[in-house]
């Protein structure tokens, strides 16, 4: 499998925990090609929310979450706001920005990572 084939496989594992959890799936690898990628977007309650998913074999290189530096986070903060845009939601809708991580075969949300 390649990097892209992995990345799908989970990134669907964490959309199907995402919805165990009483998220609805809105977009999955929404791209806007100036401004990056967001993994998943989704819908929690009353917040629309943006979700980057990072998966580690093992710890050899650290933890997945500390894997989204700065310049991830600005990328993703950017495409959301073309997504808004796009979508035509209104600026003001309450957005918030998760993180999935999948390490072996342990997953863990983290709401409002960034």
Same mark, same amino acid.
């Given at each position: 499998? *390649?990097?892209?084939?992995?990345?799908?496989?989970?990134?669907?594992?964490?959309?199907?925990?995402?919805?165990?959890?009483?998220?609805?799936?809105?977009?999955? *690898?929404?791209? *806007?090609?100036?401004?990056?990628?967001?993994?998943?977007?989704?819908?929690?309650?009353?917040?629309?929310?943006?979700?980057?998913?990072?998966?580690?074999?093992?710890?050899?290189?650290?933890?997945?979450?500390?894997?989204?530096?700065?310049?991830?986070?600005?990328?993703?903060?950017?495409?959301?706001?073309?997504?808004?845009?796009?979508?035509?939601?209104?600026?003001?809708?309450?957005?918030?920005?998760?993180?999935?991580?999948?390490?072996?075969?342990?997953?863990?949300?983290?709401?409002?990572?960034?």
């Amino acid at each position: 499998m *390649n990097k892209r084939e992995i990345g799908s496989r989970y990134e669907s594992m964490a959309a199907d925990y995402l919805t165990s959890q009483g998220y609805e799936i809105l977009a999955r *690898n929404y791209q *806007n090609h100036r401004r990056g990628e967001i993994d998943l977007v989704a819908r929690e309650g009353r917040f629309l929310v943006f979700i980057e998913v990072k998966y580690r074999r093992d710890t050899r290189e650290g933890d997945p979450g500390e894997a989204i530096s700065t310049l991830k986070q600005q990328r993703i903060r950017k495409a959301a706001l073309v997504y808004l845009y796009e979508h035509r939601l209104p600026m003001d809708i309450p957005c918030r920005f998760d993180v999935v991580t999948i390490l072996g075969k342990e997953i863990r949300l983290i709401r409002d990572a960034f």
